[in-house]
């Protein structure tokens, strides 16, 4: 049985004046998955999720989510997915309850506000406010706010950026259980290592388009297939998880 399509973007360009960020991108993001756009700065990842999200008008393409067509239903769309505000977007003297309740107002539906923050390890901190969190927790909370109206698809830029090591593997065991209880996770990011654990399917993005897309073990096979070697032996373990072992994995301030 062929995996149902959610997000199915068509040829998408985006021009600002003389400058192409996005140049005919296709691809397709199926149900339940973990997809993830990869690429450099400037790449046009950012941009081409910003208009999936209807955040940024499009110049041109074809986009349906859900089997809701962007140009006619943007708020339709709205209303199905989740996506992660940066730091600035809470007010820093607000304590988490009081942040739920302005978001569960703006979406107009109930939420357990305890029973969410548990979600993501941070009911001890439900009377904390925001300013007072460390970043892992922020991030932790970000990701919170995007589950609120119950949506079909969350979209994730750089979630994991500027975190400790503990905090960053407890957020990819918090992005893996949100796939796993049915919502489909779009992310961004610049951790290869981050992408190849996480990530069901990438879409790697360069100069305003999609120059590979495959399941992470199917592109870094066609690699091998080329006859490349890593100059260095690869070993069983890196670095990232002496520190882990030697640590612990257990939730920290950080």
Same mark, same amino acid.
């Not at 049985?1 to 997000?7: G, R, V």
């Not at 004046?17 to 397709?28: L, R, T, Y």
């Not at 978001?103 to 901190?125: H, P, R, S, T, W």
């Given at each position: =049985? ?6 199915s973007v068509n040829d998408l360009h985006k021009s600002?004046?003389? @400058? ?9 993001v199926f149900e339940g998955e973990i997809f993830g ?12 999720? #910003?208009?999936? #999200?209807? !955040? ?46 302005? @978001? ?12 969410? !923050? ?14 007072? !969190? ?6 932790? @909370? ?12 969350? *979209? ?35 951790? =290869? ?29 066609? !690699?091998?297939?080329?006859? *490349? ?13 002496? @520190? ?11």
């Open positions: =049985m062929s995996p149902k399509t959610i997000i600002y004046g003389d @400058f192409k960020a996005v140049q005919g991108i296709s691809f397709e756009l990869l690429g450099p700065n400037g790449a046009g990842k950012s941009t081409t999720l #910003e208009i999936i #999200e209807t !955040l940024r008008e499009k110049t041109s393409g074809a986009i349906l989510v859900d089997g809701i067509d962007l140009d006619k239903s943007p708020e339709a769309i709205k209303k199905i997915i989740g996506v992660q505000l940066q730091s600035s977007g809470f007010y820093p003297n607000l304590n988490l309850i009081e942040l739920i309740h302005l @978001f569960v107002g703006l979406y107009q539906n109930q939420v357990d506000a305890i029973e969410l !923050l548990k979600k993501v390890n941070l009911e001890d901190k439900a009377k904390a406010k925001y300013k007072e !969190l460390s970043g892992g927790q922020k991030q932790r @909370f970000s990701i919170a706010t995007t589950l609120i109206n119950n949506p079909k698809i969350i *979209f994730l830029d750089e979630p994991t950026t500027g975190l400790d090591p503990q905090a960053r593997r407890n957020l990819w065991e918090l992005i893996k259980e949100i796939r796993d209880n049915g919502t489909t996770v779009i992310i961004t990011t610049h951790y =290869m290592d981050e992408a190849e654990i996480l990530c069901d399917r990438v879409a790697i993005v360069d100069s305003g388009k999609i120059i590979s897309i495959n399941t992470p073990n199917a592109l870094i096979d066609e !690699l091998v297939a080329t006859g *490349f070697e890593k100059v260095k032996e690869v070993k069983k373990a890196n670095l990232e998880d002496v @520190f882990i072992h030697l640590t612990g994995k257990e939730w920290r301030e950080d």
